[in-house]
């Protein structure tokens, strides 16, 4: 029977690339990556301690066949997905050059990868956070100090911070990966 272990870590969507290099770091230790379950748990298999190279994708929708295949042709094992992201790790000792490690071919994929990221993700939460977060926040407001006061209160920091956490950052990656 094998040994199996379970992490709690979260990641902003802003994070993947925090994310790759920790789920590497797992495998160089012993831990390769079995599966991601929702909202923040992954599931790890002990294993031989390898060098491992771990990449997502975001697609947020049902990856295809011939996608998946694409990545199985180029070496990559698809590890699964969750909320969009699609998992792939391939051994270090496969590649034979530095652009073998990434699943990319170009920067202008990553920016893509990013807008659709902003698109499908930030573009909600914003609508979500001026269509209701704000009007609510000030509805508690207005009926004093009480137990929904201090949940939109929370609410609304929660949203700033993702806000500017995630914009801030994806933004910089995109001009990092437009200026390499």
Wanted: net charge neutral.
């Amino acid at each position: 029977m094998s040994e199996k272990k379970t992490w709690i870590r979260f990641f902003t969507i802003a994070d993947y690339e925090e994310e790759e290099s920790w789920l590497r770091n797992q495998h160089q230790k012993g831990w390769k990556l079995l599966r991601m379950t929702p909202p923040c748990f992954y599931v790890f298999e002990r294993c031989q301690p390898e060098d491992v190279v771990y990449r997502l994708d975001y697609k947020n929708s049902t990856e295809d066949s011939e996608y998946l295949q694409m990545f199985r042709d180029y070496g990559w094992e698809y590890c699964g997905q969750c909320f969009g992201w699609l998992y792939f790790r391939k051994s270090v000792s496969e590649m034979s050059l530095e652009q073998e490690g990434e699943i990319f071919s170009d920067d202008a994929s990553k920016v893509d990868m990013i807008d659709h990221i902003v698109k499908t993700r930030m573009l909600p939460l914003l609508i979500i956070f001026f269509a209701c977060v704000i009007p609510q926040f000030f509805r508690a407001l207005d009926r004093g100090v009480s137990g929904w006061l201090i949940f939109w209160v929370t609410m609304l920091a929660l949203y700033l911070y993702l806000f500017i956490h995630c914009g801030g950052k994806l933004r910089r990656l995109k001009a990092k990966y437009k200026n390499e």
